[in-house]
């Protein structure tokens, strides 16, 4: 198997090539000029330069290869200039849906997101049956990764074979950037959260969520979504198991939403606008927040053989991986 991979120098695609490679796949990691390539440094791969904002380079990559894993994806929860995140994410994902179409790839796994999903507020699970629409999802980030899901999906019912899976948040280690939900960890070292909000996630381990990919492309049905999911946790949780972890304090003060709200309108105005710097807190997270992103894998768990492990491993490998990169 000759297998593609995009964001193989990112948090997620690194651990999905690495998986690849264990199996005996040869692969042939997409990456941009410039990019950090410590995720894949000692990794036995062909490395091909491209972008997806430039399909010939895309189709040209991809020439050989029957498989691909599209993980690549703006991943912010704030961007001062929106475009840039629909063309990364929505215009992407059709340049690589049309290359794998023109080299005849015999079969894609597209990585979505959880934040794709129905969300309700009545603390019900969401799964990949919950009713959804555009309109519901907040931010460019969630718009943007819904409108690549559905380009997906439509391939895949269309003669294409595509399978859609759905991390929830993943954790543990390589996470370069670090992904918002790494920078909680980071946050959390450095005693950044006085206070916590009254939200909730969905925590996988990292490198499940990679061995998940293997497994939706051996077993998935083509035009499906598997959501990709472990431990659902408040944030108070996650809070409190880092400091078992760490030793260190968990807050104890939990921020009203109107509150949360203000400070997240203050730093994008003075840390986004006026600075320059992506905001620690935003609108859109603290709206994403008022309701918890609570999943069942249960169609992933009969379909897939999806059987993750308690998260608690994950975050200690995160704890000491940043501590270990000297983030903190």
Aim: with cysteine; net charge positive.
């Amino acid at each position: 198997m000759l297998a593609f991979v995009t964001g193989a120098t990112g948090f997620v695609g690194s651990h999905v090539a690495r998986v690849l490679a264990e199996q005996g796949a040869d692969l042939r990691l997409l990456v941009r000029t410039g990019s950090d390539t410590r995720n894949i440094d000692g990794l036995h791969a062909e490395r091909v330069v491209g972008d997806l904002r430039d399909p010939a380079s895309i189709e040209n990559a991809m020439a050989g290869c029957d498989t691909v894993f599209h993980v690549a994806a703006d991943y912010r929860l704030w961007v001062r200039d929106p475009e840039q995140m629909y063309r990364a994410n929505v215009e992407g994902t059709r340049t690589i849906l049309d290359a794998a179409r023109k080299n005849r790839v015999r079969r894609m796994v597209h990585t979505s997101s959880v934040a794709t999903m129905g969300f309700t507020s009545n603390g019900h699970l969401a799964d990949e049956d919950s009713p959804v629409v555009l309109e519901s999802m907040i931010g460019p980030y969630k718009r943007s990764k819904f409108m690549a899901e559905q380009l997906a999906l439509k391939a895949g019912v269309s003669g294409m074979d595509v399978v859609v899976v759905n991390p929830t948040t993943p954790v543990g280690e390589q996470d370069i950037r670090p992904t918002p939900t790494g920078r909680i960890v980071v946050d959390f070292l450095k005693k950044k959260f006085p206070a916590y909000v009254d939200t909730g996630l969905n925590l996988v381990d990292v490198r499940e969520c990679a061995r998940g990919h293997l497994t939706a492309l051996e077993k998935g049905r083509s035009g499906e979504r598997y959501i990709l999911g472990g431990e659902n946790l408040t944030l108070k949780q996650i809070l409190d198991k880092l400091g078992a972890i760490t030793g260190l304090p968990s807050p104890k003060v939990r921020v009203p939403y109107v509150m949360a709200l203000a400070t997240g309108v203050v730093d994008e105005m003075v840390t986004g606008r006026i600075l320059g710097r992506e905001p620690r807190a935003t609108i859109d997270a603290v709206r994403m927040g008022r309701k918890k992103m609570f999943v069942s894998s249960a169609k992933a768990e009969r379909e897939l053989g999806w059987n993750p492990s308690p998260v608690e491993g994950a975050l200690r490998r995160a704890v000491e991986w940043f501590r270990t990169h000297e983030y903190v």
